[in-house]
């Protein structure tokens, strides 16, 4: 069985916007990462509780904690970084969230101990908490390219993993050779596509991520995280510092929005998929 979340704060800046957006397409997860352009990390407690509540009236589950944990340069503090992760793990409670996204810091090829250091601490406290701790492979951090990510993964024991095909397309890997050795490694996926040659994003399918062989490779029970990234959105600007490009035009986030969800479901139904009741079984 397959279950398709989102980060719909690509669909709309606000709470109300991201549930509409969830509904209209069919899916119940949620992955957050801004509300009316706050970063998650950025939320109260009180904010937290009042967005838990009003997904709880639509049915809505949130699946991850699409966290910015780990997207800093590696000469911040331990302390600074550990007191992220428990924040995180925090907000991950009160909003019912049993994952949080990560990452393994910027510039870390010189410290590379203090990277692995900082992992094993960071699993440690999800631990405490009840919280998997998953590792997104992004470009510009560390663990980025194949190496690199199997290196973290390796040395950082109970270190959970969401593999993102177009963000390895991106530094110069193939699909074939990080699907053969990571995929399976995969606790859940992060859905984007991307044009090796010209680095446009594209909808899933339409790129070089081999995103019918990712899903054609899927054993058991997954979630699939869409992360259109075909358009600019609010969140954007807060959360990643490079250009984005696209081959498709789209009017709105909204259009753009449910052309990625259309678009892995059209993936998942080529891969012998169908769906029933909001999820996808063979």
């Not at 019912?96 to 692995?116: D, P, Q, V, W």
Request: aromatic share 8%; hydrophobic share 40%; net charge negative.
């Amino acid at each position: 069985m397959i279950r398709l979340s989102a980060f719909a704060d690509e669909s709309d800046n606000s709470l109300e916007g991201q549930i509409a957006g969830l509904k209209r397409n069919g899916l119940s997860l949620l992955e957050i990462r801004n509300i009316n352009g706050k970063n998650v990390m950025e939320l109260t407690d009180e904010e937290a509780k009042a967005i838990r509540a009003r997904l709880d009236e639509e049915g809505i589950k949130m699946w991850s904690i699409g966290s910015p944990i780990g997207k800093k340069d590696i000469s911040i503090s331990e302390e600074e970084h550990l007191a992220d992760v428990r924040r995180g793990c925090e907000l991950a409670k009160i909003l019912g969230a049993e994952n949080i996204r990560c990452f393994s810091f910027y510039n870390a090829e010189t410290a590379h101990e203090k990277m692995l250091d900082l992992m094993k601490k960071t699993v440690a406290i999800g631990n405490e908490y009840g919280i998997r701790m998953c590792h997104e492979n992004d470009k510009g951090l560390y663990g980025d390219n194949l190496a690199r990510t199997k290196e973290v993964l390796d040395n950082t024991p109970g270190l959970y993993y969401v593999y993102d095909p177009a963000n390895f397309i991106q530094v110069g890997e193939k699909a074939e050779d990080t699907l053969s050795q990571l995929a399976d490694r995969a606790f859940y996926f992060h859905i984007k596509d991307v044009v090796a040659e010209t680095g446009e994003l594209v909808p899933a399918g339409y790129g070089d991520g081999d995103l019918l062989g990712l899903v054609s490779r899927i054993k058991g029970d997954k979630v699939l995280t869409v992360e259109p990234h075909l358009k600019i959105f609010a969140g954007y600007v807060l959360n990643d510092k490079t250009v984005l490009k696209t081959k498709f035009q789209f009017t709105n986030n909204v259009e753009a929005f449910d052309a990625a969800v259309s678009a892995i479901k059209k993936v998942l139904v080529q891969a012998g998929y169908r769906e029933e009741g909001g999820v996808f079984v063979k």
